[in-house]
């Protein structure tokens, strides 16, 4: 028991139920005998006035392990018991009758925090990761970037175990074709194209430029401008950092952490950005971006953009493949619709000789063909 000088009251000094009071306006305490009820507490207070603290209004704040603090309601008067006989009868009184459940105004202190840290918590996850990844991403150097997107090439091919076909035709023929893309735009970073020998109609764009089409994609389109159309799209996606925000959301604060400062990553952690980035669905701004990207990137080579919007619109029903990550959408739709009936320019015949087919019909089998050289699905878990 704590030592008093000879002009404190004694609290706690072997009496039954001693205590001592503290009125929650002075500093001074007083000695009191509390009064155990079947509702509550009850004690006078040394200028001989009653207090009554009702079992249902009484709460334990935080305190000193030698010592039971008691309060009442939202007032700063406490009761301080020293005496173990005391604080076990207490403990028994007050638990036995549904006490300790503090006062209504704490209750609604505790729930109006407890509402407003999930808010706070629900909204850093809804606006300011999105935000932060609008604003990160514009401001990461392209080399960090690229050393990003090879990390995720990496954990995809691991992941999915992605086989790349090749073919000398249909490497010189996709080569030709992504040159004359990537050399109408200023880009931050050099795309690299290449086919993937899965049967999925899909095609996705890394972090630092590197794109994948699908075998089953190639399969699909029905010349040389539709892919052209496809490879542009992806290009656009490149360009405007679309899977460098994308990334950044998946991978929330810490994925943040780590590319500013150099360590990002466990294998676990990358392996399930590998796949995030596979399987993020872009936004419907990032897809309308992109269309009009790749509608720029044909017309400006002097083709026809109905191919690639023929294709789109004939995939747009499905929920799997290119638009389970490339959704479709009405706004998308109507810009698609708008952009496959936009008449042909006419163009006089050397105009037509310099905007020749993109793809000679040789090449274009070759490209077509690229797959068929021995090139198979991996024997891992299918790319969703």
Same mark, same amino acid.
């Given at each position: 028991?704590?030592?008093?000088?000879?002009?404190?009251?004694?609290?706690?000094?072997?009496?039954?139920?001693?205590?001592?009071?503290?009125?929650?306006?002075?500093?001074?305490?007083?000695?009191?005998?509390?009064?155990?009820?079947?509702?509550?507490?009850?004690?006078?207070?040394?200028?001989?006035?009653?207090?009554?603290?009702?079992?249902?209004?009484?709460?334990?704040?935080?305190?000193?392990?030698?010592?039971?603090?008691?309060?009442?309601?939202?007032?700063?008067?406490?009761?301080?018991?020293?005496?173990? #006989? &005391? !604080?076990?009868? +207490?403990?028994?009184?007050?638990?036995?009758? @549904?006490?300790?459940?503090?006062? /209504? =105004?704490?209750?609604?202190?505790?729930?109006?925090?407890?509402?407003?840290?999930?808010?706070?918590?629900?909204?850093?996850?809804?606006?300011?990761?999105?935000?932060?990844?609008?604003?990160?991403?514009?401001?990461?150097?392209?080399?960090?970037?690229?050393?990003?997107?090879?990390?995720?090439?990496?954990?995809?091919?691991?992941?999915?175990?992605?086989?790349?076909?090749?073919?000398?035709?249909?490497?010189?023929?996709?080569?030709?074709?992504?040159?004359?893309?990537?050399?109408?735009?200023?880009?931050?970073?050099?795309?690299?194209?290449?086919? #993937? &020998? !899965?049967?999925? +109609?899909?095609?996705?764009?890394?972090?630092? @430029?590197?794109?994948?089409?699908? /075998? =089953?994609?190639?399969?699909?389109?029905?010349?040389?401008?539709?892919?052209?159309?496809?490879?542009?799209?992806?290009?656009?996606?490149?360009?405007?950092?679309?899977?460098?925000?994308?990334?950044?959301?998946?991978?929330?604060?810490?994925?943040?952490?780590?590319?500013?400062?150099?360590?990002?990553?466990?294998?676990?952690?990358?392996?399930?950005?590998?796949?995030?980035?596979?399987?993020?669905?872009?936004?419907?701004?990032?897809?309308?971006?992109?269309?009009?990207?790749?509608?720029?990137?044909?017309?400006?080579?002097?083709?026809?953009?109905?191919?690639?919007?023929?294709?789109?619109?004939?995939?747009?029903?499905?929920?799997?493949?290119?638009?389970?990550?490339?959704?479709?959408?009405?706004?998308?739709?109507?810009?698609?619709?708008?952009?496959?009936?936009?008449?042909?320019?006419?163009?006089?015949?050397?105009?037509?000789?310099?905007?020749?087919?993109?793809?000679?019909?040789?090449?274009?089998?070759?490209?077509?063909?690229?797959?068929?050289?021995?090139?198979?699905?991996?024997?891992?878990?299918?790319?969703?």
């Amino acid at each position: 028991m704590p030592s008093h000088s000879a002009h404190e009251p004694q609290c706690g000094a072997g009496e039954a139920l001693p205590g001592c009071y503290f009125d929650g306006v002075h500093a001074q305490k007083q000695a009191v005998m509390l009064q155990l009820t079947p509702d509550g507490i009850g004690f006078i207070t040394q200028q001989g006035e009653p207090v009554f603290w009702p079992s249902r209004e009484i709460h334990r704040p935080s305190g000193p392990d030698d010592r039971l603090i008691l309060a009442c309601g939202e007032g700063g008067a406490r009761v301080h018991i020293h005496d173990q #006989v &005391a !604080r076990r009868a +207490v403990l028994q009184h007050i638990g036995a009758r @549904g006490g300790w459940r503090g006062g /209504a =105004g704490e209750h609604r202190r505790l729930v109006f925090w407890l509402i407003a840290a999930t808010v706070s918590i629900m909204a850093s996850i809804v606006f300011l990761i999105p935000a932060l990844a609008d604003r990160i991403a514009p401001l990461v150097p392209a080399r960090a970037e690229i050393r990003l997107g090879e990390m995720v090439d990496r954990a995809l091919r691991e992941r999915f175990d992605l086989v790349t076909c090749e073919s000398e035709g249909g490497d010189a023929a996709l080569a030709q074709l992504t040159a004359r893309l990537t050399a109408l735009h200023d880009l931050h970073v050099d795309p690299q194209v290449g086919v #993937v &020998a !899965r049967d999925q +109609v899909n095609a996705v764009a890394l972090p630092g @430029g590197q794109i994948y089409v699908f /075998a =089953g994609l190639l399969k699909h389109v029905d010349g040389p401008d539709a892919l052209a159309g496809v490879i542009a799209h992806e290009i656009g996606h490149v360009a405007h950092r679309d899977g460098l925000r994308n990334l950044i959301r998946a991978g929330g604060t810490g994925f943040l952490m780590g590319l500013f400062f150099g360590d990002f990553i466990g294998g676990g952690v990358m392996a399930g950005l590998a796949q995030a980035s596979l399987m993020a669905s872009h936004s419907r701004q990032q897809e309308l971006a992109a269309d009009r990207f790749a509608a720029q990137s044909l017309r400006a080579l002097g083709r026809p953009t109905h191919p690639f919007a023929g294709f789109l619109l004939d995939l747009g029903a499905q929920d799997d493949g290119l638009f389970a990550t490339h959704p479709m959408g009405e706004q998308r739709e109507g810009a698609v619709r708008a952009l496959g009936e936009t008449a042909p320019v006419r163009r006089s015949p050397r105009a037509e000789a310099a905007t020749a087919p993109l793809l000679a019909d040789a090449q274009w089998s070759d490209l077509r063909a690229i797959c068929d050289g021995g090139a198979q699905p991996g024997a891992g878990a299918d790319v969703p």
